[in-house]
């Protein structure tokens, strides 16, 4: 009997270490959306009027990439943008899907120096929803954002980039 009992706890070990497992993902998420950590920025509504500071410009890069087996291109309209704290811009990113298949993808941001998400406000950006992509097309997606005056002074320069992932088998079977 205490073979049979030992198994059972072990069986209720496995099933609890595979629940974390499973929830380590949706809980870092969220971790990452409080803390600004890993760059993740947070979606807070726009302000009713933003102000413009004339006294600072910010370089702005942006970078993106695909994930492994992700075939077409993903490219920003611009590498880099110089920008004032308040002051409203758009950058439009362009992404191609040369395969015969209808595909959905998902962007994540990523902002560095982490500490410069919290300060990154985006009102309208692809990287909100699943994209999807039919096939043998091509889609122009934008990004509409302003940098918060609260930006630390040291910060001068900040780099968001987006990594681009085909979610088509997990989306369809959701």
Same mark, same amino acid.
């Given at each position: 009997m205490? /073979?049979?009992n030992?198994?059972l706890?072990?069986?209720?070990?496995?099933v609890?270490?595979?629940? +974390?497992g499973f929830l380590?993902?949706p809980?870092?998420?969220v971790?990452?959306d409080?803390?600004?950590l890993?760059?993740k920025?947070?979606?807070?509504?726009?302000?009713?009027?933003?102000?413009?500071d004339?006294q600072r410009?910010?370089t702005?890069?942006f970078?993106?990439?695909?994930?492994?087996?992700?075939?077409?291109?993903?490219? &920003?309209s611009?590498r880099h943008l110089k920008?004032?704290?308040g002051?409203?811009?758009q950058?439009? +990113?362009? *992404?191609s899907n040369?395969g015969s298949?209808?595909?959905?993808?998902?962007?994540?941001?990523? *902002?560095?120096?982490?500490r410069?998400a919290? /300060?990154?406000r985006?009102?309208?950006c692809?990287? +909100?929803?699943?994209?999807p992509?039919?096939?043998?097309?091509e889609? *122009?997606?934008?990004?509409r +954002?302003?940098?918060?005056q609260?930006? &630390?002074?040291?910060?001068e320069?900040f780099t968001?980039?987006?990594?681009?992932?085909?979610i088509?088998e997990?989306?369809?079977?959701?």
């Amino acid at each position: 009997m205490i /073979h049979g009992n030992k198994a059972l706890k072990l069986a209720l070990l496995a099933v609890a270490m595979f629940g +974390f497992g499973f929830l380590l993902v949706p809980l870092y998420d969220v971790f990452c959306d409080i803390t600004g950590l890993n760059g993740k920025t947070a979606n807070r509504p726009v302000a009713e009027s933003l102000v413009v500071d004339d006294q600072r410009l910010i370089t702005v890069e942006f970078v993106t990439y695909q994930s492994s087996g992700l075939s077409g291109e993903f490219t &920003p309209s611009v590498r880099h943008l110089k920008v004032r704290p308040g002051e409203m811009h758009q950058v439009d +990113f362009t *992404v191609s899907n040369p395969g015969s298949s209808d595909i959905i993808l998902r962007a994540i941001p990523s *902002v560095s120096p982490g500490r410069a998400a919290n /300060h990154l406000r985006k009102t309208e950006c692809f990287c +909100f929803q699943e994209q999807p992509l039919a096939g043998r097309s091509e889609a *122009v997606m934008p990004m509409r +954002f302003y940098v918060d005056q609260a930006l &630390p002074a040291d910060i001068e320069i900040f780099t968001l980039s987006y990594t681009l992932y085909d979610i088509t088998e997990r989306a369809s079977s959701s």
